[in-house]
């Protein structure tokens, strides 16, 4: 009987921490339905990327008030993080406070981090506002309807609740308030309960403690089902984000080697294809769905937070066109998750659903209104690249299914006839200089 | 035309066995869009004034492939690269100035995985080298105090992070640099770029080139200056829509500079 917390605690852990893992390998599983994409160049610019951009915060604060405020979230979340160390400990040894042996060290600490849940608190709550009350344009968007919406809430009310607890708990504690070491804040709360028995206080005090441990396994686990996965995922994103300039557009290896068979004038048209190779199924031009898209891109899809910033900069978006770069990614996301299930309802194989990306989720008209002016990559805070997985559908759209708009078709049609996008004649490159 | 272009082809200097300094990248809005083949020209006075030994592809030259891989045909874009790259490795071309950001993004950025290694230079960059060198002199003259915003080309500036050479070069002209409210790399594009340029718009409730125009109007300018052939089509018709186009004159950074020297 004595022993019947700690048990509990430890069966929560391994059940908290498990049901996590097990839906880490799926996404882990999901990301490499991708097409392969060799990103082990330049480790020290990759590292230095992550550092800036992840750890640093680099982009986040190009918005200063969004920015700020997410900084104070980011810095109170990994910080007050360490407390559950203790917690961790407390729990399995059945022990209090253990590390508040360190005396002041351990006042510092914990003040530092009731200073650190009051601001984060305090955060959350303007970041509340600007969803709910402010109404601020970007999380109003038609693809933040929803479940979008409440998943942004939940997150907030999460946090909200788990620094209330924190705080509370620290209150109630009335050993730790005897201390008088590291109560910064709680000192203040601890009056609240006066008129409560020594008993009752401690039976807050121990509520408080095991609600807040498990709010933060249960927000753990949550994390695979809600936008909120950057808070892990930032991190390879941005490790393995873009390094060339923006203007540089992925070279389609598959359509290289076509174009250098077709140039080489050894190639004989009507030989028989080398033993072996009729099985081989031709190359695909261009993504339609998930699986035609690179692993990097499906990463891009379970990081984004739905901020909206890429839309928010998009010409065509500002303009009222379909296309949203978000709404791209989270279809993205929609769809790999899609595929995830019925890889697992089908026994670890694809069963055709009749869908994908390409109509179903992204329409053409998104896609056309695309003017690639980068705008999107430049303004995501974790390195996300919605232009590339745009290009490689237009890829498909027109290699694959003829289905450019016919004004660009004739474009298209006279830089074939004649290398340039207007009827012109070639032989009439140069008559400007006469004129 | 008072006195005539030098433009040298890479044919006539390849007879005579020199090869030049630069070679010009005309593009295909250089070579045959009206408004553009001012530019081309305003460049190429800038070019016979600083004495450079340019000299251009001519009727060898042909597109980049820019439009065909934004519209996601990857196939005919590669059919133009590795035949220009054929071209000009032939010439054994080192080094090429552009006055097209889309020419110059395609061959300096996507150019080199398909056998082309150039060292690209956009001509604001360009010119900015011969002023530094001495080569070329700006007299700010009729441009003094002028009110002038850039707009910065998507495939300059964000594609290529090239922000600061054309400022440079307003600024020689002691005029007033003006900056839109999102400039450098938030500035907003024109709707011309991943071949917008040859198709009508999506349906939306507003084309992006009046939004952009808006942008630039509200700095109050007297110039909206340009570095890209396309941008400066969609800022032009974006005055017209508003009805400015008395009041503003939307320019490349290549003809102020001409036009200062009254070239």
């Keep these: 009987m004595e022993y019947l917390p700690q048990l509990l605690f430890a069966v929560a852990l391994v059940i908290g921490i498990g049901y996590f893992a097990r839906n880490v390998k799926k996404l882990m599983r999901n990301i490499k339905l991708g097409r392969a994409m060799d990103v082990s160049d330049n480790k020290s610019q990759r590292w230095k990327n992550m550092t800036m951009i992840a750890l640093g915060q680099s982009k986040m604060v190009k918005r200063p008030i969004a920015g700020f405020l997410h900084v104070v979230v980011y810095v109170g979340f990994v910080v007050i993080n360490i407390e559950v160390l203790e917690i961790i400990i407390d729990g399995l040894t059945g022990k209090h406070r253990v590390f508040s042996s360190a005396g002041s060290i351990y006042g510092f600490l914990i003040g530092t981090f009731e200073i650190l849940a009051v601001l984060v608190f305090v955060s959350v709550v303007i970041f509340w506002l600007r969803r709910n009350v402010i109404k601020l344009k970007r999380f109003l968007s038609s693809e933040m309807k929803g479940w979008p919406k409440s998943d942004g809430n939940m997150i907030l009310y999460f946090e909200m609740v788990l620094m209330t607890l924190f705080l509370v708990m620290n209150a109630t504690d009335l050993k730790f308030q005897a201390m008088d070491s590291g109560n910064i804040i709680s000192q203040y709360i601890t009056p609240w309960f006066s008129n409560f028995s020594e008993h009752s206080i401690h039976l807050i005090e121990r509520s408080a403690w095991w609600f807040h441990i498990l709010g933060i396994l249960v927000f753990l686990n949550y994390l695979y089902f809600s936008k909120h996965l950057h808070i892990l995922l930032a991190f390879p994103n941005t490790y393995y984000g873009k390094l060339t300039p923006k203007g540089q557009f992925e070279n389609n290896e598959a359509v290289t080697k076509e174009v250098k068979m077709m140039m080489d004038p050894n190639v004989d048209p009507f030989a028989a294809p080398p033993e072996g190779a009729e099985a081989a199924v031709p190359a695909k031009f261009g993504a339609s769905d998930v699986q035609d898209l690179s692993w990097v891109n499906l990463l891009n899809a379970y990081t984004c937070t739905e901020c909206g910033r890429c839309t928010s900069e998009c010409p065509a978006n500002q303009t009222g066109k379909a296309l949203s770069p978000r709404k791209i990614m989270m279809d993205t996301r929609d769809r790999l998750e899609e595929v995830g299930k019925n890889i697992d309802s089908n026994k670890g194989s694809f069963k055709d659903d009749g869908k994908q990306l390409l109509g179903d989720y992204i329409t053409n008209e998104e896609l056309w209104a695309c003017t690639s002016c980068n705008a999107c990559v430049e303004a995501c805070p974790v390195s996300i690249d919605p232009l590339n997985i745009i290009m490689q559908m237009r890829q498909y759209l027109v290699m694959e299914q003829s289905a450019a708009p016919m004004e660009l078709n004739n474009m298209m049609t006279n830089i074939e006839n004649n290398g340039a996008p207007w009827p012109y004649n070639q032989m009439d490159r140069l008559n400007w200089k006469n004129e | ?263």
């Excluded at chain 2, 150039?118 to 960059?125: I, L, R």
């Excluded at chain 2, 500035?187 to 718009?201: H, N, T, V």
């Excluded at chain 2, 110039?223 to 186009?245: L, S």
Aim: glycine share 8%; charged share 25%; aromatic share 8%.
């Design chain 2, 1 to 263: 035309m008072s006195e005539l272009l030098k433009v040298p082809t890479m044919a006539e200097f390849m007879a005579a066995g020199k090869q030049p300094e630069v070679l010009f990248w005309v593009g295909c809005a250089g070579s045959f869009d009206d408004r553009a083949k001012k530019i081309t020209k305003a460049f190429v006075k800038l070019l016979n004034k600083a004495n450079v030994e340019f000299a251009v592809l001519g009727t060898e030259e042909s597109c980049t492939g820019d439009p065909a891989k934004r519209s996601g045909n990857e196939f005919l874009f590669q059919m133009q690269a590795v035949t220009n790259i054929e071209v000009m490795n032939a010439y054994e071309i080192k080094k090429i100035v552009t006055a097209c950001p889309h020419c110059f993004n395609t061959i300096k950025n996507e150019y080199p995985e398909l056998g082309g290694n150039y060292e690209v230079m956009h001509h604001t960059q360009f010119l900015k080298t011969l002023l530094s060198e001495g080569r070329l002199t700006i007299e700010g003259g009729q441009y003094k105090g002028k009110r002038i915003t850039f707009h910065d080309p998507c495939y300059l500036g964000r594609a290529n992070q090239v922000y600061e050479a054309p400022r440079d070069l307003i600024r020689k002209l002691d005029a007033e640099l003006v900056e839109m409210k999102s400039c450098k790399s938030r500035g907003l594009c024109c709707g011309a770029g991943g071949a917008q340029m040859f198709k009508e718009p999506e349906k939306g409730n507003k084309d992006i080139n009046v939004e952009r125009t808006e942008q630039a109007l509200e700095t109050k300018p007297q110039i909206i200056a340009a570095g890209c052939p396309f941008c400066n089509t969609m800022m032009t018709d974006g005055v017209k829509n508003k009805e400015k186009e008395n009041d503003v004159a939307v320019m490349d950074i290549a003809e102020l500079i001409a036009n200062a020297q009254d070239l």
